[in-house]
T-cell receptor, first 113, second 110 residues
Framework: DAGVTQSPTHLIKTRGQQVTLRCSPI?????VSWYQQVLGQGPQFIFQ???????GRGNFPDRFSARQFPNYSSELNVNALLLGDSALYLC????????????FGQGTRLTVV | DAKTTQPPSMDCAEGRAANLPCNHS???????VYWYRQIHSQGPQYIIH?????ETNEMASLIITEDRKSSTLILPHATLRDTAVYYC???????????WGAGTKLIIKP
């Protein structure tokens, strides 16, 4: 069975640009969460979606937005990129929003120059 | 803020048991203890979780104290491939919004 897939794996953007990151959850999983991991730190929670509805949002500016599609895949959008947005962006999926465990993708490495 | 405290680093000899401690003194009754590990900036890998009872799976054992204020992850026979950052996380049962700390960097030495 395919695990959580994220695309692209690496991305370089310029300050001020916009970026869209994509995540396909494990088949049958209806909840997707997004995390940002800056080098040397643990991941920070950004968003959780379940059944296409936002279930939670972390302490991130409005430049960060996300959505979940009917097939449960998800996109994370970041506008007006800053150098500080450079990080590994992780997507995790689980059966439901309080499911027993979440499985993570390999992440998208975003570099803002 | 993270609700757990872990030592920043630990060493363990290959073939020996690795015991990773975690303090979660403010844990609530409906909160689970989860362990994940992350190898060299790959996506985190789920290891094990528990609520009150000790748990064991093919990867590890989780020992939770009776007052639930601390726990220990045990890797019974550590190998070089177990070198990673190990995260202990307290999670409410109602959502999957994980709050991560800095974790423990475990180095397995030959």
């Amino acid at each position: 069975d395919a695990g959580v897939t994220q695309s692209p794996t690496h991305l370089i953007k310029t300050r001020g640009q916009q970026v869209t990151l994509r995540c396909s959850p494990i088949s049958g999983h209806k909840s997707v969460s997004w995390y940002q991991q800056v080098l040397g730190q643990g991941p920070q929670f950004i968003f959780q979606y379940y059944e296409k509805e936002e279930r939670g949002r972390g302490n991130f500016p409005d430049r960060f937005s996300a959505r979940q599609f009917p097939n449960y895949s998800s996109e994370l959008n970041v506008n007006a990129l800053l150098l500080g947005d450079s990080a590994l962006y992780l997507c995790a999926s689980s059966y439901w929003d309080g499911g027993t465990e979440a499985f993570f993708g390999q992440g998208t490495r975003l570099t803002v120059v | 803020d993270a609700k757990t405290t872990q030592p920043p680093s630990m060493d363990c000899a290959e073939g020996r048991a690795a015991n990773l401690p975690c303090n979660h003194s403010t844990i609530s009754g409906n909160e689970y203890v989860y362990w994940y590990r992350q190898i060299h900036s790959q996506g985190p890998q789920y290891i094990i979780h528990g609520l009150k009872n000790n748990e064991t799976n093919e990867m590890a054992s989780l020992i939770i104290t009776e007052d639930r204020k601390s726990s220990t992850l045990i890797l019974p026979h550590a190998t070089l491939r177990d070198t990673a950052v190990y995260y202990c996380i307290v999670r409410p049962s109602s959502n999957y919004q994980l709050i991560w700390g800095a974790g423990t960097k475990l180095i397995i030495k030959p």
